[in-house]
């Protein structure tokens, strides 16, 4: 199972059947928040539905397409971050992620991405990493900018928020270049 301990405060793995009622909690109480920017908040409207997240994040992990892990704080499900696709074949991780409103603030989301950044080189010897964040989403666009990724792209009206488009901005990071700055 996937695992990543990456500091004091922080572990990350992936999430099972016993945190559907943590994660349906913190999905639940930060909703307002995390609508301006997911997709996929209308519907998650039980602890039922956080199980099948989970469920399926199984499935894609056993197919080697991804990997979905919770950020744990002190013990406490603080988020969730991953990688949304793996292609093996270009080695290529692409990032996601998104943290509990209660647990803003606190550098959380930048260590875990860190982490998965290098676990991705280091562990899967992948060559680069993409993240992506709507052109608005300015907590989400400071995560790559903090870790020195390079803001390489703008996608026009990519994704559908509920009635809407977004923009997003495309950061990228390549071994090499996180080599030179590790």
């Not at 639940?28 to 956080?50: F, G, K, V």
Request: net charge negative; with cysteine; proline share 1%.
């Amino acid at each position: 199972m996937f695992m990543i301990d990456v500091d004091e405060e922080i572990s990350m793995r992936m999430l099972n059947a016993k945190n559907a009622d943590e994660l349906f909690k913190i999905t639940d109480r930060s909703r307002e928040y995390l609508r301006e920017w997911l997709p996929w908040l209308d519907h998650t409207r039980s602890a039922e539905d956080s199980l099948q997240f989970i469920m399926n994040n199984f499935q894609l992990y056993a197919e080697r397409k991804g990997v979905t892990a919770g950020i744990f704080y002190k013990g406490t499900l603080a988020g969730v971050a991953g990688y949304n696709n793996l292609d093996w074949t270009n080695k290529i991780a692409y990032i996601g992620y998104w943290l509990d409103i209660h647990h803003q603030g606190k550098g959380i989301m930048t260590r875990a991405v860190r982490a998965l950044v290098d676990y991705a080189f280091w562990e899967y010897d992948f060559n680069r990493i993409d993240i992506r964040a709507a052109s608005g989403n300015e907590k989400s666009q400071a995560i790559p900018k903090m870790l020195g990724f390079k803001q390489e792209g703008f996608l026009r009206q990519c994704e559908w928020l509920y009635d809407h488009y977004v923009d997003h901005l495309v950061f990228s990071m390549l071994k090499s270049e996180w080599e030179e700055l590790s």
